[in-house]
Each structure stands twice: as structure tokens, then as C-alpha cells.
């Protein structure tokens, strides 16, 4: 059956996602989830009735949260579609190409893989910000250059001018993507401002992470109504089922809001004790996270990453060296894996 299968998919590894590694236990610290589990309550009605591409009310309450117009914003299953949206319809296979900044997100890689389309990999600094000489130097055949801030594995924001000055050294040639998957807990940071001068930005956002709904896989690009029109043409004819879009409009109420907000302070917070704490151990880095998670470097972080996993606290290892990135949980499990990390990480590493 593999040798069915098109070439690009047979020399495919699939995205290795905290859910396919598995693992067991009762602290779940890998994928960045909320630990909140807010319930909803649903009307099932017109189910009988194929949803809207584009459900008018989602796309009015996200544009609302967003501070865009309703035609700068396009829903998808999750940010991933987005991604894969992106490449699809403005990269041509075996042609053209994209470029990402590792370490980063890995869906970038992935679904410019399964498309056929070239990766150009221009690694970030050892301050994790972008090297724009060497992107510059890349750009040939570039249509889509990602940027993911806050950057998921390490936390850190990348520098609005830099954002800017790649703007500007894109024009009329490339598309810049910034992933905001984690913006809702540094809004600050946003780039959704540089919307009205730049016609080749798009932003990524999801409600997976802040809004505590990975599981209804519902996620926005913004943008311009000219690239959004690009996206329409390759989009699915009901990308988002009913009972997905009824949620994220529940989600997005005033209501919803207001407990996103409460959520979201309290995840603030305890990323601050966390640090703090983690911080007191000896050998042990803490960089900075503006997301809801932090990137940490033990002595011995496979080893660390191992333990834990054996001990039923779940993190996720990472491809830098020695570190562990730990998804901010509730207090509890907070207090669950730092006990754990005090008591031991000597033995662990000795
Ligand atoms: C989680 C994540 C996504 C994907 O979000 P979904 O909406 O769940 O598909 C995209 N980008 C980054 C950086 C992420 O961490």
C-alpha cells in the first residue's frame, strides 16, 4: 500500500504530536492545553443542514476580540489548517518555497512537505530572534516566510522591528505568516496593528490554547480581504461543523470572554510561581515564556524528561539540548512537577 502512496508522502515522517507519543499518568504537561475544562450547553438544532463555510456570527464575534474588520478574518479546523491553507494556495509544488526559523513549530515543515513544497531552514539566533540577513539571502522562490511569536518550544517574543523590518523586505515577493497561537497571554505583542499597512501579513490564531478548546480544533487566519479571498479558493466547502462554530461563539460572548480572561490571568500567574520556584534550583535555566508554557534547561534534560514520564508527569522533550518544556497547568500540577523536579533532579542527574 506505501508504494501507492504519492513519493513525498512515503518519505513522510508524520508530525509527532504529544498526542500520537502517548504516554499515561496523571500530570499532562506536553501540549500546551488549558487545564481548564469549561462546559458548554448546546441547542442541537439544524443539524440536518450542511453548516456555513464561513458561519457569519463566528467570524463577526472573532473580528469583534481580534479588533479587525469580519473580512480580515477567515475560520479553519485549527491554526494547523491555516498552515496548510497558506501552502496550498500560494505555493506551487516542486517550485516554490517556504521559509521557517527552527527551533519552532513543526507543522511549517510538515505540511510544505506533504505538498511538495521546498523548506528553507534559516535557524534562529542564539537570542532566538530572526537572522533577516541570512532570510534575506534565502528569499529566492519564497512565497510564505513563518514566524511564530510567542515561538513555541521557546517562549520568547520576537522583536517587533524585526517583525517590521521583514515586512518590508518581503514586499511584493513573499507572504509573512506570524503564528499568535499563544498571543491572548501577551496581547501586547500582537502584530494585528501592522494589518493596515501591510497587505502581505497573515496572523494565526487558534482557540486551542488560551481559550481552552483544543478539542473543537478551531482556529483564524487574519488578514487582508485580498488574501483572504485566495484562502476561499481552496478552503473546504464546511470547514467548521455547526456544533464547532456554536462553541467558539459561546467561547467568544461576553461571558466567555470574561472567564478568558480570568483563565488567563490565573495561567499567568502560575507560570510566574513556576519560574520563580524553578529558578531557586541549582544548574536549572528558566528562559522567559510570554505563552503558557516554559522552555527549561536541566542538567541532564532527557534524563529529567524520562523520570518524569516513568513518575506519570508527562512534559515534552525538546530538540534543544537538555531542555523540557513544561506546559503551565493548574497550581496543583504546578506544585505536582516542581516537587517533583526538587526532590529528583539530583538523583536524576548524578
Ligand atoms: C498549538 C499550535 C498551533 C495549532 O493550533 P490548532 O489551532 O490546535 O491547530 C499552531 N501554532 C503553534 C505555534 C502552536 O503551538
Redesign the pocket.
Known amino acids: 500500500m506505501e508504494k501507492l502512496a504519492r513519493k513525498q508522502v512515503q518519505a513522510l515522517t508524520p508530525y509527532l504530536s504529544a498526542r500520537r507519543i502517548g504516554g499515561s499518568g496523571d500530570v499532562w504537561l506536553n501540549?500546551?492545553e488549558s487545564p481548564f475544562d469549561n462546559t458548554y450547553t448546546l441547542e442541537a438544532s439544524s443539524l440536518n443542514r450542511y453548516s456555513d463555510c464561513q458561519p457569519p456570527q463566528l467570524i463577526s464575534a472573532y473580528a469583534a476580540y481580534a479588533g479587525v474588520t469580519p473580512e480580515q478574518v477567515l475560520t479553519t479546523?485549527?491554526?494547523?489548517?491555516?498552515?496548510e491553507l497558506l501552502v496550498r494556495a500560494f505555493c506551487e509544488p516542486g517550485e516554490d518555497a517556504i521559509v521557517y526559523c527552527p527551533p519552532?513549530?513543526g507543522?511549517y515543515a510538515i505540511s510544505a512537505e506533504t505538498i511538495g513544497v521546498e523548506r528553507k531552514v534559516v535557524p534562529l539566533t542564539d537570542e532566538w530572534q530572526l537572522d533577516l540577513p541570512a532570510i534575506e539571502r534565502s528569499l529566492d522562490k519564497v512565497k510564505l516566510v513563518f514566524v511564530?511569536s510567542p515561538?513555541?518550544p521557546t517562549g520568547n517574543l520576537i522583536n517587533r522591528d524585526d517583525i517590521i523590518a521583514l515586512l518590508e523586505m518581503t514586499q511584493d515577493k513573499a507572504i509573512v505568516v506570524m503564528?499568535e497561537?499563544?498571543i491572548d497571554f501577551c496581547p501586547e505583542a500582537s502584530t494585528v496593528d501592522l494589518l493596515n499597512d501591510y497587505p502581505h501579513l497573515a496572523i494565526?490564531r487558534?482557540?486551542?490554547?488560551a481559550f481552552a478548546l483544543?478539542g473543537l480544533?478551531?482556529?483564524f487566519t487574519l488578514a487582508n480581504e485580498a488574501l483572504i479571498n485566495v484562502l476561499l479558493k481552496v478552503i473546504a466547502p464546511y470547514p467548521v461543523p455547526v456544533p464547532v462554530a456554536d462553541i467558539a461563539c459561546l467561547a467568544l460572548s461576553k461571558d466567555g470572554l470574561e472567564r478568558a480572561t480570568t483563565q488567563i490571568a490565573t495561567l499567568n500567574e502560575n507560570r510566574t510561581y513556576l519560574a520563580a520556584e524553578l529558578k531557586e534550583i541549582a544548574n536549572v535555566t528558566v528562559y522567559s515564556g510570554f505563552?503558557n508554557y516554559l522552555l527549561i534547561r536541566f542538567p541532564n534534560g532527557d534524563a529529567l524528561f524520562k523520570a518524569a514520564w516513568d513518575a506519570g508527569i508527562i512534559l515534552r522533550n525538546s530538540p534543544i539540548q537538555d531542555c523540557v518544556r513544561i506546559s503551565i497547568g493548574s497550581r496543583e500540577e504546578c506544585e505536582k512537577t516542581l516537587n517533583f523536579i526538587k526532590t529528583q533532579l539530583a538523583q536524576i542527574t548524578a
Not at 487558534?206 to 490554547?209: D, F, R
Open positions: 501540549a500546551n479546523r485549527g491554526a494547523d489548517e491555516g498552515i519552532t513549530y507543522m511564530c515561538n513555541n503564528d497561537a499563544y494565526l487558534t482557540m486551542s490554547k483544543a480544533r478551531c482556529g505563552g
